[in-house]
């Protein structure tokens, strides 16, 4: 039996579900899914993520420009926990 590809989507929602792994077996790698926006508290960060399946507000501080995805669904991933991470990257979903 093949097995069908899976969608982008797809991919995140299974990321999502599951923290990639390092060699060491660590767990070094996450992703967050939701709207970016411009952050309403600037002493917490210059970006907010609204989570799409919650009420939760993520404050990100980078100096990378991502002005083009603002308002857009995107998956942020990043390194670490919710109280102390490191941003790795933004991409548009």
Known sequence: MMKKSLTKMQMLIRIRAQATQSQ?????????????????????????????????????????????LMGKSVAVTYEGSLDSFTLIDIQEQ
Do not use: A, F, H, P
């Open 24 to 68: 060491n077996g660590n767990i070094d790698e996450n992703v967050w899914l939701g709207e970016l926006r411009i952050s309403n508290d600037k002493s917490r960060g210059n970006l907010m993520l609204m989570l799409e399946d919650s009420d939760r507000i993520i404050y990100i501080n980078t100096s990378r420009d991502y002005n083009s």
